[in-house]
């Protein structure tokens, strides 16, 4: 394993961490003390508890968690994966903290190998395939120069279904033959040119690399609603030179591709490992804390460094259960990557009534340690942006500008309509940014572990908040207001076509309830307990199955972004078509539909909000 020479900063922080420790000594002893003396013993605080559990956290314990996790080569049900979740499972045990492994059928794709070859030429740029393409042996085909993929048409993520009539206006057209497209592969585009009847697809890093990904649009395991949406079309990767080559001799005239693609798909079992960390009672509310443990190769920071840190803040958390309010559930999800996403959506659809009914929110992880990692961000819900905006000022200095969660990074808890909360440490496009993202340069060499120390105590900050705080630290107005925002832009692009207004007027109402029930929870001496932990996620659960989701709770939205509000989102397409048209009715009768949907979550929230307003006194 590799050692660093300790220089003066690392001092500094030793020093630090020498302080820190003695403060959590100093919090473990004053409730013995008060005891002894016959007195309560003082509750911690947030703070104090955050600050312990930094202090615990060496930088010692990350590098080594991180070796022994990131020496192994971890593709979804490999050996590799369960060494390191062997690893895991033993060290929680052997503090104590209660951890289960459970084994589940899971469906997978590992890319074997690919090629391209520009017939007729000596051209055949290096390529690989990636997971869910169809494999393909030899296929030959004219080659036809998409460009860029905005010049795709929209697609409804729904359905499927292209949010226009042909002839599409100015789109090659691909029927019969391979595409050649200046992008990433990407579940959309792949889906697209698939429902434009293309054979198959050349992609063009627009990078000189080669990145590992996923192209299909199932989300967890396919079932009878998604499973014909499983990919019937041949992806293959070329660097950016690869894709200048080819287009060299397109400049010239007519080219005819033969590709091969190999990928292995089949249903295998996993293992995902999952710790509980006790809250005050068996029945306590409980905030869900997870990461992915599958990597593509070594997968050092995408996620080895993640996964180690997780495994100490569980294992410092769990020396603290007995001042914790709430409890904490901590996941090592398999399948992210060559299972899209399978182990967070398992344990959605098995442990859905234990989530519906207690859970409080979803806390992710995903490639923090990076070495060069300058800026910070945050992804969350609109609830929790206060909190990621706090814990980042207080730790780092910086402010942020918390976005909104996507279609990726195992947020399978929409449907339930969990608040979501997760930080991020990245590097700056002209340091060359993450460059080793999905490659096999991702080793141990790219962790910086003083980084690394600086992202978990973040998390530290944020898991004592959510698990400490009198109140859970969620505020209603913000998503409220967050709403109230979508739905204002939606009003403008509706150009009078369509109207929100049932929706704009809940929406209001929803928003003074808001605000009265965020200023009595931030007065001096706030109810608390888990009737209102439970009472503010009864508000919020509908607004975010709205927000986040088109299917509802029960089954996964396809795995891409379809945005904020997806329901309503043909709304920006009616500007575009003619009132007359056949596309334009079906839209407007889709609408009508999504508007319903938004109202009864929009009702839904108000019955909720009123019924926490009493309970507060509000």
């Known amino acids: 394993m590799m050692r660093r020479r300790i220089g003066s900063a690392e001092t500094g922080r030793a020093m630090r961490t020498v302080l820190l420790a003695s403060l959590a000594i100093l919090c473990h002893a004053a409730p ?49 994966e369960y060494a390191a979740i062997d690893y895991i499972v033993k060290t929680l045990r052997a503090s104590g903290v209660p951890v289960e492994v459970h084994e589940f059928m899971a469906y997978t794709s590992d890319p074997v190998s690919a090629r391209v070859e520009v017939l007729g030429t000596r051209v055949a740029p290096e390529a690989i395939t990636v997971a869910f393409s169809r494999s393909a042996r030899n296929l030959e085909a004219p080659l036809v120069d998409v460009g860029s993929p905005d ?45 434009l009847g293309a054979r198959g697809a050349v992609f063009v890093n627009p990078e000189e690399r080669l990145n590992d990904l996923i192209v299909t649009t199932v989300w967890g395991a396919p079932s009878l609603r998604d499973v014909h949406r499983i990919p019937a079309l041949p992806v293959v990767q070329v660097r950016q030179s690869g894709g200048e080559a080819i287009r060299r001799l397109l400049a010239q005239g007519p080219v005819r591709v033969r590709l091969t693609a190999e990928v292995q798909q089949r249903w295998r079992p996993l293992r995902l490992a999952v710790a509980t960390v006790a809250g005050p009672g ?32 569980t294992q410092a958390f769990h020396r603290h259960r007995a001042k914790l309010r709430r409890g904490l559930v901590v996941a090592w999800w398999p399948g992210h990557s060559n299972g899209r996403y399978a182990g967070a959506t398992w344990f959605a659809d098995q442990r859905f009534a234990a989530l519906r009914e207690r859970a409080l929110a979803y806390v992710n992880v995903d490639g923090i340690g990076q070495m060069g990692a300058q800026r910070f961000g945050a992804t969350t819900t609109a609830s929790l942006a206060p909190l990621a905006r706090r814990v980042v000022r207080q730790g780092t200095g910086q402010a942020i500008d918390p976005g909104r969660p996507g279609r990726n990074s195992d947020m399978a808890f929409n449907g339930i309509g969990l608040s979501v909360f997760q930080l991020h440490h990245t590097r700056l496009a002209e ?55 979508l739905l204002a832009a939606l009003d403008t692009a509706a150009a009078n076509r369509f109207d929100l207004a049932p929706l704009r007027s809940r929406q209001r ?34 607004l975010h199955r709205v927000v986040y ?22 709304i920006r397409a009616l500007a575009r078509l003619d009132r007359t048209s056949d596309r334009y009715h079906v839209l407007v009768t889709t609408l009508v539909r999504e508007r319903n949907r938004a109202a009864e979550a929009l009702d839904l929230a108000i019955a909720a909000a009123e019924r926490l307003r009493d309970r507060l006194g509000a």
């Not at 016959?38 to 600050?51: H, K």
């Not at 396809?558 to 329901?567: I, N, R, S, T, W």
């Open 282 to 313: 068996t029945d306590a509310p409980f905030v869900v804390f997870g990461g992915h443990i599958d990597g593509w190769y070594h997968g050092a920071t995408d996620e080895g460094a993640s996964n180690a840190a997780m495994l100490a803040l």
């Open 151 to 195: 010049a795709l048409p929209e697609i409804d993520v729904a359905t499927g279904e292209l949010l226009a009539l042909a002839p599409f206006d100015g789109v090659p057209n691909v029927s019969g033959a391979i595409a050649l497209v200046e992008a990433q592969p990407r579940p959309d585009i792949a889906w697209k040119l698939e429902r």
């Open 431 to 485: 340091d060359g940014g993450y460059w080793w993202w999905h490659t096999p340069e991702d080793t141990y060499d790219k962790v910086n572990f003083d980084i690394l120390k600086t992202d978990t105590d973040l998390y530290a900050e944020a898991l004592a908040a959510l698990l400490a705080a009198p109140v859970f630290p969620v505020s209603v107005t913000a998503e409220v207001e967050a709403l109230g925002g």
């Open 32 to 80: 013995l003390a008060a005891q002894r003396r016959g007195r309560a013993p003082r509750v911690p605080t947030p703070q104090e508890i955050a600050d312990s559990v930094r202090a615990a956290i060496t930088l010692g314990e990350l590098e080594r968690h991180t070796w022994e996790i990131v020496q192994h080569q971890r593709p979804s049900g490999s050996p590799g």
């Open 549 to 570: 989701t088109l299917q509802g709770p029960y089954h996964p939205d396809p795995a891409v972004d379809p945005g904020l509000l997806p329901g309503l989102a043909p």
């Open 509 to 542: 109402r929803l928003l003074g309830l808001a605000r009265a029930i965020d200023r009595t929870l931030q007065g001096r001496t706030p109810p608390t307990g888990a009737p209102i932990d439970l009472g503010l996620v009864e508000v919020l659960r509908p």
